[in-house]
Nanobody
Framework: QVQLVESGGGLVQAGGSLRLSCAAS????????MGWFRQAPGKEREFVST????????NYADSVKGRFTISRDNAKNTVYLQMNGLKPEDTAVYYC??????????????????WGQGTQVTVSS
């Protein structure tokens, strides 16, 4: 059974930082892209960031570029999202997504076959 378990969410003041982790089990993702998405109340799930299988290529939504950094440790089957300079508009449930052979660009949710349960990030003003 494949599981993606996110952790590291919480409540932080604007300008603060959080580091999200996503630990995968039941399948190795070392050959596939992985990503982060988020969903705020009343809004659709949106792309945040993606990282290639090697970690050598990353992509970010314009709204987080320069503030968030995605990385991965294939030995630990884990992907991270370092979030700095958090803003109230970053408040959302953050989801980890595990890719497969059909994950090409990794910027759309339908490219991913595996999802975590989500972790809440709340940024107060």
């Amino acid at each position: 059974q494949v599981q993606l378990v996110e952790s590291g969410g919480g409540l932080v003041q604007a300008g603060g930082s959080l580091r999200l982790s996503c630990a995968a089990s039941g399948r190795t993702f070392s050959h596939y892209s992985m990503g982060w998405f988020r969903q705020a109340p009343g809004k659709e799930r949106e792309f945040v960031s993606t990282v290639s299988w090697s970690g050598g290529r990353t992509n970010y939504a314009d709204s987080v570029k320069g503030r968030f950094t995605i990385s991965r440790d294939n030995a630990k089957n884990t992907v991270y999202l370092q979030m700095n300079g958090l803003k109230p508009e970053d408040t959302a449930v953050y989801y980890c997504a595990g890719g497969s052979a059909r994950t090409i660009f990794g910027t759309t949710s339908y490219e991913y076959d595996y999802w975590g349960q989500g972790t809440q990030v709340t940024v107060s003003s």
